[in-house]
């Protein structure tokens, strides 16, 4: 069984519906022991870093998320990677999960680049995917995928053991996010 988790920060319809078009069985839940008892994981998010912490904070969520990424397969997508992180500049600046290293910055305002990136980007000059996002990760030991936008090469995918999170949002990025949730199920399975 996948969980994905409801810590009320947007695009679970989205992400449950890309689930549907692979056939695959996805819960939307915020109850910690269906989490703690699933296969795999998936942790989206849209919104801010001080809400989406609030939020964990008040579901009783955030040692359950930690542990999960630790030990399960664990997918997180936009905000829900960007929380992994230890801090974000959003909200005046935000101690987040502490699960990966690095920190998480505002674009800076650069001519002719519209903060929020809205839109289609590339993952390492191939495919591409839909991104919304003002904050970035930076580089860290842990990236596994480069984006660039307002002169800023910045993570877009994260790999840390069995965990995998990306800035984009697969569930909104067509056949190469399906073909990206299907990679990910398909290596999870075994």
Known sequence: MTSIIDYKAG????VKLAFDALGHEAIVTADPATILASDRVVFPGV??????????????????????????PFLGICLGMQILFDRSEEDGGVDTLGIIPGQVRRFPDVPGCKVPQIGWNQVDGGREYYFVHSYYAEICP????????????????????????????????????????????EETSS
């Open 11 to 14: 695009n679970l319809t989205s």
């Open 142 to 185: 842990f990236t596994a995928g480069v984006t660039e936008f307002a002169g800023v090469r910045f993570t877009s995918v994260v790999r840390k053991g069995r965990l995998l999170a990306t800035q984009f949002h697969p569930e909104k990025s067509g056949r190469a996010g399906l073909d990206l949730l299907s990679g990910w199920l």
């Open 47 to 72: 919104g801010a870093a001080a809400s989406a912490m609030d939020n964990l904070r008040r579901l009783g969520l955030i040692e359950v998320v930690k542990k999960c990424a630790a030990e399960k």
